[in-house]
């Protein structure tokens, strides 16, 4: 019975011993894979939060896109990149390039062609004068037609001239989708091509006009009243875009309308830490003359309240490169890192790389590019920083041993 009991005892102390140490185990390989899971998910600006997706919007537009105005990162996009008619919203170019070409006291002088524009107009007669700065209110505020022409005429010479500048603008942008006929955004053709853009172009081209001062100032105007130079017949005009009182830090921009382009508009908010462009496109034809302000709201709604600003932390570079037929062997390194901070929501993955090169070859510059430190967000490129080289190299060469051996015999023993 003893020895029995014995063995018993020995089969359970064995077991409980096994236990013990599969618990153990099993406790270690479930603390790892916690503490793997929160170190991927602390690092907020390198991984996106497990299972984050971003959420697809219920959209009426045919086209639309969010954009951060500060770099041009696309937020949110719908059929973004679609070439559509963009009526009125062309305006926006009109007054970069009146801006930028003209003097806001200039005289303008109405000619027939203006005069002929067919409504929204502000009803001007051939032979008249008035301020460019009065025109450009007129343009923004009530988008009449005619002043547009005026505008246009008065700065490029012609409305074809006044195009030519405004698609020389775009292609400076890099709008390589966009293709300007009318300083006033009425549907037109010309050959083979459009009067068109994309909601990404669009969005550029607005990023780039609400850096003026004078614009922003413009678009945000509530109403402005001005006299017909001659005769001293009086205008006011009225801000008709009713996104300005629709979010708070709303600065305009442009509606617009033709029969080939429905409903469009193009908007922007500025807070504290960012600035936002909507656009949308085709957003519904009459009756439905308020789907673009739904749309702008839904777009923008996504910008304040899903995106945040965080700063993109650089990667160390190697101290050094290995140098092939140099006189030495390696080159220091060096990297002129600029803060990044940009706009990111839970379902934005940062990655931050760094491609250099294996070796250089000698001779080698100072200045001499061995590399790069890429950042891409969501698989897309953001920035390349190159990483140079601190110093110069010789090659190691028949000439050069030769020259060091006769320095050496001539001076050694003063260099030492």
Not at 55 to 82: H, I
Not at 283 to 295: I, L
Request: glycine content about 6%; proline content about 2%; overall charge negative.
């Amino acid at each position: 019975m003893q020895k029995g009991a014995t063995k018993s005892t020995r089969r359970k102390t064995v077991f409980f011993l096994c236990f013990l140490i599969l618990h153990f185990f099993t406790v270690l390989l479930l603390d790892k894979g916690i503490q793997v899971r929160a170190e991927d998910i602390s690092g907020s600006s390198r991984q996106k939060a497990e299972g984050a997706v971003q959420e697809e919007l219920r959209l009426y537009a045919k086209a639309a896109l969010l954009m951060d105005a500060s770099n041009n990162r696309v937020l949110y996009e719908k059929n973004g990149y679609e070439v559509l008619p963009m009526a009125s919203t062309t305006k926006i170019m009109t007054a970069v390039i009146a801006l930028e070409y003209g003097n806001l006291e200039d005289q303008v002088t109405v000619s027939a062609r203006a005069a002929s524009m067919p409504k929204v107009h502000l009803g001007m007669r051939e032979g008249e004068t008035y301020k460019l700065k009065d025109l450009l209110f007129s343009l923004m505020l009530e988008s009449h037609n005619d002043s547009a022409v005026a505008i246009a005429e008065h700065i490029g010479g012609s409305v074809e001239g006044f195009a030519d500048l405004m698609n020389q603008k775009a292609r400076d942008l890099g709008c390589t989708d966009t293709y300007f006929i009318t300083p006033n955004g009425l549907d037109a053709a010309q050959g083979e091509k459009t009067h068109s853009t994309t909601a990404y172009d669009l969005a550029k081209i607005a990023s780039y006009a609400i850096q003026n001062d004078l614009f922003v100032a413009l678009v945000g105007t509530k109403s402005h009243s001005f006299a017909e130079l001659q005769s001293g017949r009086r205008f006011q005009v009225n801000n008709k875009d009713q996104f300005l009182n629709m979010m708070d830090g709303a600065i305009g921009i442009k509606t617009g309308f033709t029969n080939q382009a429905g409903y469009c508009f193009v908007g922007a908010v500025q807070k504290e830490d960012r600035t936002l462009v909507s656009v949308v496109l085709a957003s519904g034809w009459p009756p439905h003359k308020t789907y673009k302000w739904a749309d702008t709201k839904a777009l923008m709604q996504m910008g304040v309240e899903d995106y945040s600003s965080r700063r993109v932390e650089k990667e160390e570079i190697p101290e050094w490169i290995a140098v092939e037929n140099g006189v030495e062997d390696r080159v220091a390194l060096t990297m002129e890192w600029q803060e990044i901070n940009m706009l990111l929501a839970d379902w934005d993955q940062v990655d931050v790389s760094i491609d250099l090169k294996e070796k250089l070859e000698a001779p080698v510059e100072e200045g001499e590019i061995a590399g790069y430190e890429k950042v891409t967000v969501n698989g897309e490129t953001y920035s390349l920083i190159p990483i140079e080289t601190a110093g110069s190299m010789e090659e190691y060469t028949y000439q050069y041993c030769l020259t060091r051996l006769v320095n050496l015999f001539l001076y050694g023993a003063q260099e030492k």
